[in-house]
């Protein structure tokens, strides 16, 4: 399934910057305004998606979100973790693309 990147989204609430909804990434801002800090965030969810599947992936999301919080919520922590990483060249084509 290919991944879709979505730009300048009206489906993402305010206090968002950005969701992904596998296979779409949505993105509040332009794409020229999406950085690659928050651009390599929101990979890593889409690799949590694919590492653990679909249903897996958003059910535990939304468990956690309940349990944890976000600033304590595990696939957040994991997603800051690899913010400031380099994008690899298969993130920058999406990006880019």
Excluded at 49 to 67: A, E, P, Q, S
Aim: net charge positive; aromatic share 20%.
């Amino acid at each position: 399934m290919k991944l879709r990147v979505c730009y300048s989204s009206r489906l993402v609430r305010k206090k968002y910057a950005a969701w992904v909804l596998f296979p779409f990434m949505f993105f509040r801002q332009a794409k020229e305004d999406v950085d690659d800090r928050l651009f390599r965030h929101e990979m890593q969810h889409v690799y949590q998606v694919l590492r653990m599947g679909w249903w897996v992936f958003y059910i535990t999301y939304l468990w956690h979100l309940w349990r944890d919080g976000y600033a304590r919520h595990p696939y957040e922590l994991e997603a800051h973790m690899v913010e400031h990483d380099e994008l690899t060249t298969v993130e920058r084509f999406f990006k880019d693309n």
